[in-house]
């Protein structure tokens, strides 16, 4: 069964992305995100409900937002996170790092 092609959608302050966070579709979201990481003010939400798959590229996607997001002096928070991303990041020590509200 092929993965769902990502999508990544800007709703006031809230950054939503659907599909596959792999290795095969970070370059494209991250071209499709950065000027949406940085526009704006206040705190952003990513919500990741619609997140479908993600390996150790997701979550270094997840790692550059957080970079971006700083650069531009917005605070960013990640919603919904799936276990499986919650699994990855406790693996690789970022449990701490990054601002993860499980989904």
Do not use: C, K
């Not at 409900?49 to 790692?63: E, I, P, Q, R, T």
């Not at 919650?86 to 701490?96: N, V």
């Amino acid at each position: 069964m092929p993965s769902q092609p990502p999508r990544i959608e800007l709703d006031g302050a809230n950054l939503r992305v659907s599909g596959a966070m792999t290795f095969a579709t970070v370059t494209g979201l991250l071209r499709e995100s950065q000027g949406l990481i940085g526009a704006g003010d206040g705190p952003l939400r990513v919500d990741l409900s619609g997140v479908s798959h993600a390996d150790s590229a997701g979550l270094a996607l997840l790692m550059e937002w957080l970079r971006l997001a700083r650069g531009a002096g917005r605070e960013l928070e990640y919603l919904a996170v799936t276990e499986q991303m919650l699994a990855i990041a406790g693996a690789g020590g970022l449990l701490e790092i990054l601002p993860l509200a499980p989904g």
